[in-house]
């Protein structure tokens, strides 16, 4: 077992893919688990999720900024 991030990785080889492993996380109670061919590709998918939560985050936080000086207007039509 080993961890990456939040994530618990742990190896489940199979016969045909003896590299594959299984990431696990608790997420509001519940256990959460995806399983992945290599351990790269495992990290590689839990920074994607990082990367596209601060995008979204950003995205947010330069709308709120931007109306806040009035240079957009945030009106529901």
Sequence with gaps: MARF???KIDKTPID???EMVTI???IKGEL???KFISIEKA???I???AA???IARGAKKVKGELSS???ISDTAW
Excluded: D, H
């Design 16 to 18: 045909s893919l003896p």
């Design 5 to 7: 991030k939040t994530y």
């Design 47 to 49: 920074e994607f999720g």
């Design 43 to 45: 990290k590689a998918w």
């Design 24 to 26: 696990s996380k608790k």
């Design 52 to 54: 596209n939560k601060l």
């Design 32 to 34: 959460f688990e995806k």
């Design 69 to 71: 000086i009035g240079l």
